[in-house]
């Protein structure tokens, strides 16, 4: 049989297994190791080493580092040491904006903080005040403590509650169907009073009530009350708010078969009312021009708690009409809400006492106003913040840089004269 010589292919072939099996499996492991890429196919970046050096010492750092429990206490006793919390009424209600502009403007980081609450309504406000919890303040009606010493039995709340200022006055609103001309006549018939927490809800069946006029009240108020009113199914729609009524003043167009009825201005309303007139100025469009129809004004109150004094709620409460009072200046100018302009810090609340240490705020104020300002523009102020208010308050101001430089000369050589 003849052999067939091998091919070079074949030769080499089987050297390479000769050599492979006497390496043994070590150098073949090695050898593909070599054969494959450096890094496994990723898609992340690869970390450098200065980056994963880097990475440990981060994360180590943001481990905050362990808290006493007297830190934690002190911590605690300074934040709520200056905090004072503000009952101010429902979410949809005006007292909510007042309230959250006075707590923008008094901050003070630690030395004061206002927290305004959105409440169960005014007449609440006053239950709040009383029994809840860390509140020192709220807003309210003046007419609020007829319920609680009438119908809540609480004889001693003009000693428990005390007003800081009178904030603005709002007027009561009955509109009615035509046939009915006064309030006599709406005697017997569904009224809307406005849903409860609002100031109409509590006002409007105590003004009948006090006229002995019984009425059979609606729990509606504001727009849906105005739709009923036009449907027929209430005869009149009672609405308590600062001039002018958005209910009122958004209408355009008159609005025939329909009017405001008089309030006169009676003895059962002495307490804690005021006579007052709604205007065709207010409401040109549902009054003739140069008319008005008499009705009632009730104000409402910025009220605190009438703490003991020397104690640590009334320091609390005293520190918060001091800030008030040095932060009314700037509440009186825009973006603030124009309201802030009318208040008068003499004005007296009827059927209220004043909290006592505002009198010493007060007094104070006044010995330090040495220029002609109105009274809600001084107090603790630099003498450039109260010439602004003065220039504020003046009918006509200075009109350049220059005519301002030269009237604040003026005026400092006029305070020189006056300390002399």
């Given at each position: 049989?003849?052999?067939?010589?091998?091919?070079?292919?074949?030769?080499?072939?089987?050297?390479?297994?000769?050599?492979?099996?006497?390496?043994?499996?070590?150098?073949?492991?090695?050898?593909?190791?070599?054969?494959?890429?450096?890094?496994?196919?990723?898609?992340?970046?690869?970390?450098?080493?200065?980056?994963?050096?880097?990475?440990?010492?981060?994360?180590?750092?943001?481990?905050?580092?362990?808290?006493?429990?007297?830190?934690?206490?002190?911590?605690?006793?300074?934040?709520?040491?200056?905090?004072?919390?503000?009952?101010?009424?429902?979410?949809?209600?005006?007292?909510?904006?007042?309230?959250?502009?006075?707590?923008?403007?008094?901050?003070?980081?630690?030395?004061?903080?206002?927290?305004?609450?959105?409440?169960?309504?005014?007449?609440?406000?006053?239950?709040?005040?009383?029994?809840?919890?860390?509140?020192?303040?709220?807003?309210?009606?003046?007419?609020?403590?007829?319920?609680?010493?009438?119908?809540?039995?609480?004889?001693?709340?003009?000693?428990?509650?005390?007003?800081?200022?009178?904030?603005?006055?709002?007027?009561?609103?009955?509109?009615?169907?035509?046939?009915?001309?006064?309030?006599?006549?709406?005697?017997?018939?569904?009224?809307?009073?406005?849903?409860?927490?609002?100031?109409?809800?509590?006002?409007?069946?105590?003004?009948f009530r006090r006229l002995g006029i019984?009425?059979?009240?609606?729990?509606?108020?504001?727009?849906?009350?105005?739709?009923?009113?036009?449907?027929?199914?209430?005869?009149?729609?009672?609405?308590?708010?600062?001039?002018?009524?958005?209910?009122?003043?958004?209408?355009?167009?008159?609005?025939?078969?329909?009017?405001?009825v008089p309030i006169p201005y009676t003895?059962?309303?002495?307490?804690?009312?005021?006579?007052?007139?709604?205007?065709?100025?207010?409401?040109?469009?549902?009054?003739?021009?140069?008319?008005?129809?008499?009705?009632?004004?009730?104000?409402?109150?910025?009220?605190?708690?009438?703490?003991?004094?020397?104690?640590?709620?009334?320091?609390?409460?005293?520190?918060?009409?001091?800030?008030?009072?040095?932060?009314?200046?700037?509440?009186?100018?825009?973006?603030?809400?124009?309201?802030?302009?009318?208040?008068?810090?003499?004005?007296?609340?009827?059927?209220?006492?004043?909290?006592?240490?505002?009198?010493?705020?007060?007094?104070?104020?006044?010995?330090?106003?040495?220029?002609?300002?109105?009274?809600?523009?001084?107090?603790?102020?630099?003498?450039?913040?109260?010439?602004?208010?003065?220039?504020?308050?003046?009918?006509?101001?200075?009109?350049?840089?220059?005519?301002?430089?030269?009237?604040?000369?003026?005026?400092?050589?006029?305070?020189?004269?006056?300390?002399?």
């Open positions: 049989m003849r052999r067939t010589p091998a091919g070079p292919a074949l030769i080499a072939l089987a050297l390479t297994s000769a050599v492979l099996f006497t390496a043994g499996p070590v150098a073949l492991a090695q050898d593909l190791i070599r054969d494959q890429p450096a890094t496994p196919l990723s898609l992340k970046p690869a970390r450098t080493a200065e980056r994963r050096a880097v990475e440990p010492r981060a994360a180590q750092a943001r481990v905050p580092e362990p808290r006493s429990a007297a830190d934690e206490t002190a911590t605690k006793t300074r934040m709520n040491q200056w905090t004072v919390g503000l009952a101010a009424g429902l979410p949809d209600g005006g007292f909510v904006r007042f309230a959250s502009e006075m707590a923008r403007t008094m901050d003070d980081g630690d030395n004061m903080r206002l927290i305004p609450m959105v409440t169960r309504g005014t007449t609440s406000n006053i239950a709040d005040l009383l029994y809840l919890r860390g509140v020192d303040v709220a807003i309210t009606y003046a007419d609020a403590f007829d319920f609680y010493v009438r119908q809540a039995g609480l004889a001693n709340i003009n000693d428990r509650i005390r007003y800081v200022l009178r904030f603005f006055i709002s007027d009561v609103h009955i509109y009615a169907r035509n046939e009915f001309k006064s309030l006599q006549d709406l005697r017997g018939q569904k009224i809307a009073v406005g849903t409860a927490g609002v100031a109409a809800a509590h006002t409007g069946p105590l003004i019984d009425i059979e009240p609606v729990a509606v108020g504001g727009p849906v009350a105005l739709e009923k009113l036009h449907k027929g199914e209430i005869a009149a729609m009672v609405y308590v708010a600062s001039k002018p009524g958005e209910v009122f003043s958004s209408m355009k167009a008159a609005d025939p078969g329909f009017h405001f003895s059962q309303f002495s307490d804690f009312y005021y006579p007052t007139a709604i205007k065709a100025e207010t409401y040109p469009a549902l009054l003739a021009p140069d008319t008005s129809i008499e009705t009632i004004a009730v104000p409402s109150v910025l009220a605190v708690y009438n703490w003991k004094p020397g104690s640590d709620r009334a320091d609390r409460v005293n520190r918060f009409v001091e800030t008030l009072f040095t932060n009314l200046a700037r509440l009186q100018q825009p973006p603030f809400h124009p309201g802030w302009k009318d208040l008068n810090l003499d004005a007296q609340v009827p059927g209220w006492q004043r909290y006592p240490y505002v009198e010493t705020v007060l007094e104070r104020m006044r010995k330090e106003a040495d220029v002609g300002l109105p009274p809600a523009a001084t107090g603790s102020l630099s003498q450039q913040e109260r010439f602004e208010a003065f220039l504020a308050s003046q009918a006509k101001a200075p009109t350049t840089k220059a005519e301002k430089e030269e009237l604040y000369r003026s005026f400092l050589d006029w305070s020189r004269k006056r300390q002399k």
